[in-house]
């Protein structure tokens, strides 16, 4: 089947609900292991972030929705028939949509004060995981294992991904000591992060290929192939930062300058991975459902 302008705006949409939820979790979290190393600004800014970001999220989520209508129509006037909109919402939309917008709110609403950190967290951690109640891996069968290893896997992009900007904003600051602290922190709890993602990644692959021969037999797996090629620059990116940026930070003002320089390079290839995400789960199927 010929790809389509509806493929490329379900991609585009999807791409931007993947980016906006994930990183607005991470923002979430990133306040919650470094909040004492980030001065009152730079706090106002990172939550305005995260509401600017739920916003953004939840009308993505709209569009897609309609999207999904006016694909199944072919005409962009099936984006506001109520039958086929009302036809997705029941597919499963529905269940994603409604927690991810939930999951949100919640951790908008406790941001706004340190006593409701907990919920923040809780809610921030169910936006991440809304993507796990529709997709592939709840197409399998059994589907437990897969939706976990899918959970894990979105916690963790979050929690990496979702930190980045946070973590620019930080590198902005003219205190050499506290970027270090930040970006040290980061780095000591990404190891295990990172460890969890590629471990229930690697796991969940496994599940949707049935054999790794998949990876270069199918279109589905050639898709993977490229998106773990990027992620394999995304980690050299990280280790860069951790191994040789963060120890000189608090004696090297030029480094601060190569952290900002590099966490902009790694937000770009992360919106590249997502991309990458988005059109394979779009056009094409894991062998596994075939």
């Not at 800014?45 to 509401?51: C, D, G, K, M, S």
Request: hydrophobic content about 60%.
């Amino acid at each position: 089947m010929p790809f389509s302008v509806w493929d490329a705006a379900a991609i585009a949409v999807k791409a931007s609900v993947y980016a906006a939820t994930l990183a607005a979790a991470g923002a979430v979290f990133f306040l919650g292991y470094a909040g004492d190393l980030v001065g009152r600004a730079e706090r106002s800014r990172i939550r305005r972030l995260v509401v600017s970001l739920s916003i953004l999220s939840v009308l993505a989520s709209a569009a897609q929705l309609m999207v999904t209508a006016g694909s199944m129509s072919g005409n962009a006037k099936g984006m506001l028939d109520e039958t086929l909109v009302s036809m997705v919402w029941q597919a499963g939309q529905w269940r994603a949509i409604t927690i991810r917008a939930a999951g949100l709110l919640i951790a908008a609403l406790g941001m706004l004060s340190d006593r409701s950190r907990l919920a923040a967290y809780g809610g921030a951690a169910m936006a991440a995981t809304s993507f796990a109640w529709l997709g592939h891996a709840r197409s399998l069968n059994p589907d437990a294992l897969p939706v976990l290893l899918l959970g894990i896997h979105l916690l963790s992009v979050a929690f990496w991904l979702g930190a980045l900007a946070p973590l620019l904003i930080v590198a902005h600051a003219h205190d050499a000591p506290r970027i270090a602290a930040a970006a040290a922190r980061f780095g000591r709890m990404a190891v295990v992060v990172v460890a969890g993602l590629i471990a229930a990644g690697l796991g969940l692959l496994w599940l949707l290929l049935g054999h790794v021969s998949a990876l270069w037999s199918s279109t589905y797996g050639r898709y993977v192939m490229a998106k773990l090629a990027v992620v394999a620059v995304l980690l050299c990116f990280a280790a860069y930062n951790k191994l040789r940026l963060t120890p000189r930070l608090p004696a090297d003002d030029g480094a601060a300058r190569s952290l900002q320089r590099s966490i902009r390079c790694e937000m770009l290839l992360g919106a590249a991975i997502l991309l990458v995400t988005a059109a394979f789960t779009t056009v094409t199927g894991p062998p596994a459902l075939d």
